[in-house]
């Protein structure tokens, strides 16, 4: 058993191509979740426009992008555009079609953030002279992002474990690297490493979101 | 003595929805002069003070601070704004900030000083209000009375030519109530127009020039803290003195 | 042809869509399908390891808690990748569907466990001692007094999690099971046209925009106000 799944020699031979993978990975992670958090702001302050010809259009869209499957985003991306002409690098569909996703995700988790902040915090920014802007990001912004940080860090730890995805239309991260060095070595240890190294990046920030879940939900009870 | 008027409102009505909140009041104002209002609830008190400096809309009527148009879309309103301060009842002190960045805020940011004029002139604020010492705790860690103390001096360190007070202590504890109407009373001898919605009739008796009687939208009376305690004319002012002073 | 036009015959071509709906129906039963046990075993087993942890033997929880720290760091389709893949080298060969059921409920069950344990847990001792002193048994208050409060408390973001996993269902794909994404895929292949795509992307937001929206208003009506 351990020569299968956790065979030395050929652990040390896959291990500089899972590297690369994990560079890939974390590139990857680097540009969707600024990408996405910017999306989702921008949505996010849309949508505190009383205006309903601004909010339902603003509502469906985001709801449209959270029940849409990130994977089937992908393959329609990939697979389609080429037929509508353009032929878009596996990074790039990659970077799309998260930047919708993950915007739609981080837009509302933003949303219900600055819902939470009190009324009167605005008012009183307002009776000062503070502008609509300024109010917003000095007041209204800092609070909101206090209060839905454990949203915030679990939706990011998502879009890290999303980049796997990559691995089906071709993206070098780390799956598809494992992927690759077990159909060459007819051997599961690849895969194991890879597994091995998603959890050690990934584990620390599933604890810490641990922690900070169970005091948000206590605060509500 | 009262000097020439700060705020004009004639005419002032309010609707939400189809409830008619505000009926046609006028409220003026002179320089130096307290203006207390008393009323029920729902008597459209705290309303009408939102109004002052366009937190509500109000539905028709005018209303002019210092010499601003406030309804004007003209007015730059964040400017004119900076000329009225307001405290409210739940203090709405900014939780992320610590005292010395909540008074100096608007400071920095819509009268453009730089940091350490604004922390100059927000330590002197915050002295006024008896708590120098206090600059750097965070709200979290401050006693009700002295968070709305700090919201005063946060009001005060724009050098505003009118304050309003929409019932500033009824969310303190007795014992903290002292300490906030002190600083209005400081705040009324140092020559400041102030209007105050309140149910602190001990305060109106000894520091108001006038005191305002609302219910049901309107303006029912209005005269000198003696008359109108003592000897009001209307009914139904004479109906609500007699139920607050038998508390 | 003007480009609108063009544009239908490749994206929206109803003879191609016509030829394939049979076989994406047959992809949506499978989606359906394969949602349903994973929403079922995950939320089951979830809830169990929950009740587990309560009981409070050190040993058992350092396992429950590895394992549930473990699911939640593990990209799902690492997990899928693993038993398809993997475990063939050990003679256990699962079918796409199981490999797919399997990791998603593992990973359904590792995120449900942490947050029944939080509902749980955040129910204030008050609770249990008042329903103890009143002569329940263990067994008793925790169904009639602390779970009904805690289920409420992790409604919304259960519903959350839930929609987030099984929107999985179409990493199936990458195991040759036949739901939705597979049957659109492998028609975009055999008629050289998109149309399959969209009309699968159209299955997807049918059985999905009813439960986001349904997951939007649960949360608005069963959060208690703060």
Same mark, same amino acid.
């Given at each position: ?7 030395? @020699? ?31 702001? @921008? ?53 799309? @079609? ?89 051997? !599961? ?14 584990? !620390? ?10 005091? @948000? ?5 | ?26 409220? &003026? ?38 010499? &601003? ?27 992320? %900030? ?41 709200? /979290?860690?401050?006693?009700? /009375? ?45 020559? %400041? ?29 209005? /005269? ?17 003195? /007699? ?5 | ?19 394939? *709906? ?12 394969? $949602? ?65 059921? *399997? ?26 001692? $008042? ?67 969209? *009309?699968?992307?159209? $299955? ?23």
């Amino acid at each position: 058993m351990l020569q299968t799944f956790f065979n030395p @020699a050929i652990l040390k031979a896959a291990w500089p191509i899972l590297l690369d993978g994990l560079g890939n990975t974390l590139l990857l992670s680097i540009v969707v979740v600024p990408l996405g958090l910017f999306g989702g702001l @921008a949505l996010a302050t849309l949508a505190s426009v009383r205006n309903p010809l601004v909010r339902w259009p603003l509502m469906a869209w985001v709801d449209f992008f959270r029940a849409f499957p990130p994977l089937v985003l992908l393959i329609l991306l990939f697979a389609g555009l080429p037929f509508a002409g353009l032929e878009l690098g596996g990074f790039a569909c990659v970077c799309i @079609a998260f930047f919708l996703n993950t915007g739609a995700y981080y837009g509302e988790i933003l949303r219900a953030g600055i819902e939470s902040v009190p009324a009167g915090q605005t008012e009183a920014a307002r009776s000062t002279g503070l502008g609509r802007i300024q109010t917003m990001l000095y007041v209204v912004l800092p609070q909101a992002v206090r209060n839905v940080l454990p949203d915030l860090l679990s939706n990011t730890l998502e879009v890290v474990k999303l980049t796997s995805l990559g691995s089906v239309v071709a993206t070098p991260e780390l799956l598809f690297q494992a992927r690759q060095a077990q159909s060459l070595t007819y051997n !599961p240890s690849p895969i194991v490493l890879a597994a091995a190294v998603y959890f050690m990046l990934l584990w !620390p920030l599933v604890r810490l979101l641990s922690r900070l879940e169970n005091r @948000a939900l206590s605060a509500r009870a | 003595m009262p000097g020439k008027p700060i705020v004009e409102a004639r005419g002032v009505h309010k609707y939400f929805g189809a409830l008619h909140v505000l009926k046609g009041v006028d409220l &003026v104002l002179a320089e130096r002069e307290l203006a207390f209002v008393i009323g029920p609830s729902g008597s459209g008190k705290s309303t009408l003070l939102r109004c002052l400096n366009r937190l509500e809309e109000p539905s028709s009527g005018s209303i002019v601070v210092d010499g &601003v148009d406030m309804l004007d879309p003209r007015t730059d309103l964040n400017h004119a704004r900076q000329r009225i301060g307001m405290v409210f009842q739940s203090f709405n002190l900014y939780p992320h %900030m610590t005292a010395l960045g909540n008074v100096t805020l608007a400071l920095r940011k819509v009268a453009g000083r730089s940091r350490d004029e604004a922390d100059a002139v927000g330590r002197t604020a915050l002295a006024r209000v008896g708590l120098a010492d206090r600059a750097d705790y965070t709200p /979290g860690q401050l006693s009700g /009375g002295q968070q709305q103390r700090v919201a005063i001096a946060r009001a005060i360190a724009l050098e505003p030519r009118v304050m309003l007070f929409d019932e500033p202590t009824s969310a303190l504890d007795p014992e903290l109530v002292g300490s906030v109407l002190g600083v209005m009373r400081d705040l009324r001898e140092s020559g %400041m127009a102030m209007v105050v919605v309140s149910h602190e009739m001990g305060f109106a008796r000894n520091a108001a020039d006038r005191v305002i009687f609302m219910d049901a939208g309107a303006v029912v009376e209005e /005269g000198a803290p003696a008359q109108i305690f003592e000897a009001p004319r209307q009914q139904r002012t004479r109906a609500f003195i /007699g139920q607050i002073q038998r508390h | 042809m003007s480009n609108w036009e063009r544009f239908l015959e490749t994206f929206f071509n109803a003879k191609v869509m016509a030829k394939y *709906l049979p076989d994406i129906a047959h992809g949506t039963l499978v989606t359906v399908e394969l $949602a349903g046990l994973v929403i079922l075993t995950g939320l089951a087993c979830g809830l169990a390891l929950a009740l587990l942890r309560s009981l409070g033997f050190r040993p058992v929880n350092f396992l429950v808690v590895f394992a549930v720290d473990l699911f939640r760091s593990l990209p799902p389709l690492v997990i899928i990748v693993f038993i398809y893949f993997g475990l063939p080298a050990v003679n256990v060969a699962p079918s796409g569907f199981v490999s797919t059921w *399997l990791s998603l409920s593992l990973v359904l069950t590792a995120f449900s466990e942490e947050i029944f344990w939080a509902g749980i847990t955040s129910i204030a001792k008050g609770q249990w001692e $008042a329903a103890l002193s009143t002569g329940l048994t263990y067994g008793q208050a925790l169904m009639s007094v602390v779970l009904p409060q805690a289920l409420r408390l992790t409604v919304p973001p259960l519903t959350n999690r839930t929609i987030a996993i099984t929107k999985g269902t179409a990493l199936g794909t990458v195991v040759a099971v036949s739901e939705i994404l597979g049957t659109a895929s492998s028609a975009v292949s055999n008629s050289y046209n998109p149309s399959p795509l969209i *009309l699968g992307a159209a $299955a997807y937001l049918v059985l999905f925009l009813p439960v986001v929206v349904l997951g939007r208003w649960l949360e608005t009506t069963m959060v208690w106000k703060r």
